[in-house]
């Protein structure tokens, strides 16, 4: 079924430390996965995306890396700030829609 | 702003009413989705509609329907509301046609209260 798996569920992390989130998808047919923030009481916001035809994209302190053999993707924040506190989710897309994951609540701590 | 607009912000009623949410995509864009989110839960997709057309479905309750007008912004109806119910509800807007993955650009959402 259309399902995306996400973990941890909550990452607590020191300033300046590196992060690391992790997904599975079930349908090998995606070719789409991007990620959102969402900060407390707010919209979700696109940080980084990714298509089945890359294996890695880089912005600045954040990456995402993409296994299709094994129907898993990352995200990867290097340098973490307090600012970076959010939740964050991943996505697949699934035919026409996005099904998210269940998201990871990340703090870090000055 | 993200160019989706969702009205109203925040919307308290009582257990059994009726009640609409609004959203009016990115300029240009065709593409409107709905999404529930309940309390420290995930996005759970309920609807989505592009150019006027119903093109995917989740798990939508029979309670809840939804349609995309001709100027393309898009309502959600809720009927029969219980506590359950209570939640932020985002739309979301891609400018791709369906089958072709592209970003959403999220509004604010409405918050709903049943009470």
């Known amino acids: 079924g259309e399902n995306v798996e996400q973990h941890p569920s909550t990452l607590s992390v020191q300033e300046g430390d590196s992060a690391v989130i992790k997904c599975t998808y079930s349908?090998?047919?995606?070719?789409?996965f991007p990620w959102y923030k969402q900060e407390l009481g707010k919209r979700p916001q696109l940080i980084i995306d990714?298509?089945?035809?890359?294996g890695e994209k880089k912005d600045q302190r954040i990456a995402v890396t993409l296994n299709k053999t094994a129907k898993h993707f990352s995200l990867h924040i290097t340098e973490t700030q307090p600012e970076d506190s959010a939740v964050y989710f991943c996505?697949?897309?699934?035919?026409?829609?996005?099904?998210f994951g269940t998201g990871t609540r990340l703090q870090v701590f000055p | 702003d993200s160019g989706v607009t969702q009205t109203p912000k925040h919307l308290i009623t009582a257990t059994g009413q009726r009640v609409t949410l609004r959203c009016s995509p990115r300029?240009?864009?065709?593409?409107v989705y709905w999404y529930q989110q309940s309390l420290d839960q995930g996005l759970q997709f309920l609807i989505q509609?592009?150019?006027?057309?119903?093109?995917a479905k989740g798990n939508i309750l029979e309670r809840f329907s939804a349609q995309q007008f001709p100027d393309l912004h898009s309502e959600l109806n809720l009927s029969s509301l219980e506590l359950g119910d209570s939640a932020l509800y985002f739309c979301?807007?891609?400018?791709?046609?369906?089958?072709?993955?592209?970003?959403?650009?999220f509004g604010s959402g409405t918050r709903l209260t049943v009470v």
């Open positions: 349908d090998s047919a995606s070719n789409y």
């Open positions: 509609y592009y150019n006027g057309e119903e093109r």
């Open positions: 996505a697949a897309r699934y035919t026409d829609k996005l099904i």
């Open positions: 979301a807007s891609s400018a791709s046609p369906p089958g072709q993955g592209s970003s959403y650009t």
């Open positions: 300029s240009g864009d065709l593409s």
């Open positions: 990714i298509r089945s035809n890359v």
